[in-house]
């Protein structure tokens, strides 16, 4: 069995068993779902789930949006999955889900005891938005829908903010951007700045300062470029990406 995001399986049932006031938010603690999940059936799991989600006594329930999610984002990493038309768009799948799951999970009732599934999958979200990014103008649509996927998961990273805004900046919808772009400092404040997001965030942050100074250095604001490579300085001078570019702008 591979090791996956949760405890061992003892550990989780354990967990899924906890008190009715606990998980007042549930109407069952889904252990059928967590062992087709640890005992890698995501089909299976994945097919139940979403019965429980177009259930009337349990489609208010987070937990499996939360699976569907989960299982959807290992589908897509599976050669047999990827050939299939089902699944071959599992990862966007994987992400929808995440955004169904976080509105269903608003008090945070559940969010935190994924943190390790939450990190791989900003990890496979921003890889995919940063590459259509920077593939070019045509492309930049299509990366603003994997950060903006990421700012409805998990509005708490700001780095997800800041790349949106300049995907907005990019296609012409300026309104947005500013929008997003006030987001992005209220998120990083939040979070204590850049030194205390976790590492996926602080991945993430990196690359999009960089993208933010050469956004503005192209519109003529060379002040405002030096100023977003200043903001990363503390955190990512041992980088080489990042100090190259902190040096072409200095």
């Known amino acids: 069995m591979k090791r996956y995001f949760l405890a061992p399986l003892a550990a989780l049932l354990a967990s899924a068993t906890v008190t009715a006031t606990k998980v007042r938010a549930q109407t069952k603690p889904y252990d059928d779902l967590l062992v087709k ?9 994945v097919y139940k789930a979403e019965r429980y989600t177009e259930n009337d006594k ?49 008090d945070l009732e559940f969010f935190h005891n994924y943190d390790d599934f939450w990190a791989s999958l900003n990890t496979m979200a921003q890889e995919s938005g940063m590459n259509l990014y920077e593939a070019g103008a045509k492309d930049i649509p299509k990366a603003k829908r994997f950060f903006e996927s990421m700012t409805r998961y998990y509005p708490e990273n700001p780095g997800a903010w800041l790349m949106l805004a300049l995907t907005q900046y990019n296609t012409n919808q300026a ?28 991945k993430l942050m990196k690359s999009a300062l960089i ?40």
Not at 37 to 45: G, L, T
Not at 85 to 93: E, G, I, M, N, V
Not at 219 to 244: I, L, N, P, Y
């Open 37 to 45: 999940y640890v005992d890698e059936k995501y089909e299976d799991c």
């Open 58 to 106: 349990t489609k208010k329930d987070a937990l499996p949006y939360l699976y569907m999610s989960m299982c959807l984002y290992e589908m897509s990493k599976i050669p047999k999955y990827q050939e299939m038309a089902d699944y071959k768009h599992a990862d966007r799948d994987a992400l929808k889900w995440a955004e169904k799951y976080r509105k269903k999970d608003k």
């Open 175 to 202: 309104k947005e951007g500013d929008a997003s772009m006030a987001k992005y400092k209220a998120a990083l404040e939040a979070a204590g700045g850049i030194g205390s997001l976790p590492e996926d965030q602080k």
């Open 211 to 250: 993208h933010d100074a050469e956004y503005l250095d192209g519109k003529g604001d060379k002040s405002g470029a030096k100023a977003a490579m200043e903001a990363g300085k503390e955190f990512f001078m041992d980088d080489a990406e990042f100090k190259a570019a902190y040096g072409s702008f200095h």
